[in-house]
């Protein structure tokens, strides 16, 4: 038997779960997907329960695991097959090329010299960024990642000649021997194009929850400032759209819960910012479960900020004035309305990141791609891989799914 472990995930729980069972004696492998580990946590900016920066928790992860031998990492990769049983494990993993030297070296004054542009996913496409990059400031590994395939001519010719960033890397296949497996694949946001009723994709001022949360980072497109995308101005009346494709059979079934407290934060970054400005919420039921209740209490305590029970119906632009008007019936009031707003936000839900995509762990989802078995198999999911999940429940899940891991390679 084995009595390594194998992460596949390098968010909050995925770190979390490997760090558990390392600091126990394990040797553990993380494998993700990115070029940086933290996952959707490293794009918020700030998380609950503490309304904390991504890096406050993050760069102590981090820190942890530059520490520890125990573990060891590999990003841009994926999971291309997994045979074997509980103990005995053989993963086969492909890694994309990084293309640069793992000297850490300072690669941004090159990366600025640079003349192409992409667009920026990790910032929602709000902004493009070089083909040399980094993610954030306090990206782990703290290495620049190179996409050869975007870069001109002349890019080529600047790149050529720097001793750190290798043109000729290509992707290479690794094989690894594990005991158990933990599943901490996460979650993605829902698709938010695929709401064309609700403005998606077309209306510039209307934008989802992920990408408000990049607008008020301060490492994010536009440094922090929560402004009108179509004229760069500060909101003055937003509106937040609750259940954005949720609880909609067209879209998803199921309620993803962290939204209702994702747009009361969200309606804190507004008044913070903008003390005039005025927030509109429009749900259908407001969960914020527990201690969340006494968060919800405080934020609505702001006479600025109004909840409005109701389903918003469509949402347009006025194309003269880039404002967004939002079609909603007050379900209190029972009157159907259009209110103008310069800014909307849509809530979209959490959905799991393996809904859709290939699934060589052999694990049973259900019909929303949320894991519900394979525990047997010494394999064992956590955070939102398994449901909707706050980044502190998320945690605690990759506990628990590191000690049910370690019980799998100690044979118990």
Not at 320 to 345: C, F, S, W
Request: charged fraction near 25%; glycine fraction near 10%.
């Amino acid at each position: 038997m084995s009595n390594s472990i194998l992460v596949v995930g390098g968010g909050f729980s995925g770190i979390t779960a490997a760090l558990e069972a390392a600091e126990l004696g394990y040797e553990v492998y993380i494998v993700e997907k990115s070029p940086f580990l933290g996952g959707r946590v490293a794009q918020l900016n700030k998380y609950f329960p503490k309304l904390c920066p991504p890096s406050c928790g993050l760069e102590i992860q981090f820190q942890r695991i530059k520490k520890n031998p125990n573990v060891k990492f590999f990003t841009q990769a994926t999971v291309e097959s997994v045979a074997g049983e509980a103990g005995n494990f053989t993963v086969t993993l492909n890694v994309a090329p990084r293309c640069t030297a793992p000297s850490s070296a300072n690669l941004g004054e090159l990366a600025e010299s640079l003349e192409g542009e992409v667009s920026d996913a990790f910032n929602f496409g709000l902004s493009t960024r070089k083909p040399l990059y980094m993610d954030t400031p306090f990206g782990f590994p703290n290495r620049y990642v190179l996409e050869k395939d975007n870069l001109s001519k002349a890019d080529k010719l600047k790149i050529g000649s720097n001793a750190h960033c290798d043109l000729n890397e290509s992707e290479k296949n690794v094989v690894l021997n594990v005991g158990s497996i933990v599943l901490a694949t996460g979650w993605k946001p829902y698709d938010v194009t695929r709401l064309s009723n609700l403005g998606a994709g077309k209306i510039k001022n209307c934008v989802s929850n992920m990408q408000l949360e990049r607008l008020a980072s301060p490492n994010g497109p536009t440094d922090g400032k929560i402004t009108r995308r179509t004229d760069g101005k500060a909101p003055k009346k937003i509106a937040f759209v609750q259940c954005a494709g949720s609880r909609d059979q067209n879209h998803l079934n199921f309620c993803s819960y962290i939204c209702c407290m994702a747009s009361l934060k969200q309606a804190l970054y507004v008044r913070e910012q903008y003390p005039d400005a005025e927030v509109t919420i429009y749900y259908i039921d407001l969960r914020t479960p527990g201690r969340y209740d006494k968060f919800m209490r405080k934020v609505t305590a702001d006479e600025m900020i109004h909840l409005v029970k109701g389903k918003v119906a469509g949402v347009e632009s006025d194309a003269a004035t880039g404002d967004v008007i939002v079609e909603v019936e007050d379900a209190v009031k029972g009157e159907k309305k259009k209110v103008r707003h310069d800014m909307v936000v849509l809530a979209t839900g959490m959905q799991p990141s393996l809904a859709g995509e290939k699934n060589p762990f052999g694990v049973q989802l259900d019909e929303d791609g949320f894991v519900i078995g394979g525990e047997a198999k010494g394999i064992f999911a956590a955070g939102c891989a398994t449901k909707p999940l706050d980044v502190m429940r998320t945690a605690q899940s990759g506990t628990s799914a590191a000690l049910k891991a370690i019980q799998t390679v100690r044979g118990r």
